[in-house]
Structures are given as structure tokens and as C-alpha cells.
């Protein structure tokens, strides 16, 4: 599930190093967004002035053009999506971890899925600062063919009836391509959903067995007062036995301490007036 979220849709095999210098960096997606929707803006003003026939060397350059920037666009749209999803994950963890504390053993397992994806965004964030340059460079390239082109223009008016019919065709072929962008966001979306989900039925399990474990506890505290209570209440007899018991105990041996000078006395009596 983490693999399908975070994993680019970048091919590793086309990331090329660049070493030029002196390029202003992207500090993040958003600045990489702008760029990207200033190209789009100048391929949809080109396509606008384009109503003419043009030769076959300028549908190439075009068909070149068009396709990097989609590219470039649908590099974005990827980027966007991770960071979204990454984002959206990562809070719902967050929630799930602080209404399972009591759990150690899943809340063990909470922390070992955001090293994981804490890992995987690493790597994101390594392939992109990777591919940095090279796309500043496939930008800097684009806006020169840019220039290119609509220097070109002004020649190639006289072929616009001839390239009118291939521009229809591949404005088609781009509206295809944006139906089957849709639908891949639509998936993504419901794949999304999907987990969400699952993270709140899971959540709603900790929390009923918390509750369970809490209901235990409040049981057996109940029982262990109700046992103290007992105890000390025969705690409390016992002493009050104890108590009672020594006393006349000692009223008994005080008795019999008495009757015995008593009788003493009178065999003494006795004694001397016999004697």
C-alpha cells in the first residue's frame, strides 16, 4: 500500500546528472509547479496563433515540444500526488497513534510504518534533487525552441491549411490524454479513500478495545475497594474482640486476685483466734 502512494512515476534509468552551474534552484514542488503551468501557458498562446499550414520540420518540433511539456506536466501532477498522499497518510497515523497510547504493541507497529514511509519520502526527496537539474535544463531548452518557433512562424503561414487538419488530430489525441489523466487521478482518489478508511476502522478497534481494557480496570478496582472495605471492617471486629476479650480477662484476674486476699485474711482470722 505505502509502495503505491509514495513510489515516483519517474523512470530512474532517464535521471541524468547535470553539471551545469549558475541555475536558479527549486526549493520546492510548488516553485516547480509554477514554472511548468508558465510553459503551459506558452504552449497554449502558441497553439492559439498557429492557424495556418506550417512544413513538416515545424510539426516535428512541435510534436517535440507538445511532448516534453506534457511531460513536464504530467511529472507535476505525479509530484503533487505524492505530496498530497504522503501528507494525508501521515496525519492519519499521527491521529491513529495518539488514541492507541495504552496499546504498546500497536503503537510499536504505527511507528515502524512511518519509518517506513518516513524512509521512502527520503528516497523521494533524493530522486527529485537527482532529476533537479535536469529539468532546469529541459526548461531552459523549452523556452529556447520557444523562441524558435515563433520566430519560425511568420515563414510557414503558407502551409497552415495542410497542418490545420494534424494540429485537430493531435488536440484529440491531447484530450484523450487528459481523460486518462482524469481517470488516473479518479483512481488514485478511491485508492486514497479506501485507506482512509481502513485507518479509521482500525482506529475505532483501538479505541473499543481501549475502552474494554478501561471497563476491566474500573471492575477489578471496584472489587479490590469492596475487598479492603471487608477486610478492615474484620480488621475492626477482630480488634474490638481482642479489646473486649483482655478486658474481662483482667476483671476475671483482678476477681480472683480479691477472693484470694480475702481468704487469706480470714485464715489468718481463724489462726488467731485458735491460736
Not at 511529472?75 to 498530497?84: A, G, S, W
Not at 537527482?130 to 520557444?146: A, D, G, H, P, V
Request: one cysteine or more; proline letters at 1%; charged letters at 35%.
Amino acid at each position: 500500500m505505502n509502495d503505491e502512494i509514495l513510489s515516483p512515476t519517474i523512470n530512474k534509468t532517464e535521471i541524468k546528472p547535470s553539471v551545469r552551474k549558475n541555475v536558479i534552484p527549486i526549493s520546492s514542488v510548488s516553485d516547480l509547479g509554477t514554472i511548468v503551468g508558465e510553459i503551459h501557458n506558452q504552449i497554449s498562446a502558441l497553439m492559439e496563433k498557429i492557424d495556418t499550414d506550417v512544413s513538416p520540420e515545424f510539426k516535428a518540433l512541435m510534436e517535440g515540444y507538445v511532448n516534453k511539456a506534457n511531460e513536464t506536466e504530467q511529472i507535476k501532477i505525479n509530484l503533487e500526488n505524492i505530496t498530497f498522499k504522503y501528507e494525508e497518510l501521515k496525519a492519519d497515523i499521527t491521529r491513529v497513534r495518539e488514541t492507541n497510547r495504552n496499546l504498546i504493541q500497536e503503537l510499536q507497529n504505527a511507528r515502524d510504518i512511518l519509518k517506513k514511509l518516513e524512509f521512502e519520502l527520503n528516497n523521494t526527496q533524493i530522486t527529485l534533487k537527482k532529476t533537479e537539474s535536469e529539468y532546469k535544463e529541459k526548461i531552459k531548452t523549452l523556452s529556447t525552441q520557444n523562441t524558435e518557433l515563433e520566430n519560425k512562424i511568420k515563414d510557414l503561414e503558407e502551409e497552415k491549411e495542410s497542418i490545420l487538419c494534424e494540429n485537430e488530430e493531435k488536440s484529440a489525441e491531447l484530450t484523450e490524454n487528459q481523460e486518462n489523466l482524469r481517470q488516473e487521478l479518479l483512481d488514485r482518489n478511491f485508492k486514497s479513500h479506501q485507506i482512509e478508511q481502513e485507518l479509521i476502522m482500525q482506529r475505532d478497534n483501538f479505541k473499543k478495545q481501549v475502552e474494554e481494557f478501561d471497563a476491566l480496570i474500573k471492575d477489578q478496582t471496584e472489587k479490590l475497594e469492596l475487598k479492603t472495605k471487608e477486610a478492615e471492617y474484620k480488621d475492626a471486629l477482630l480488634n474490638q474482640f481482642i479489646k473486649q476479650t483482655t478486658t474481662e480477662k483482667l476483671k476475671i484476674q483482678n476477681t480472683l486476685k480479691n477472693d484470694i486476699e480475702i481468704e487469706n485474711k480470714q485464715k489468718k482470722r481463724k489462726t488467731w483466734f485458735f491460736g
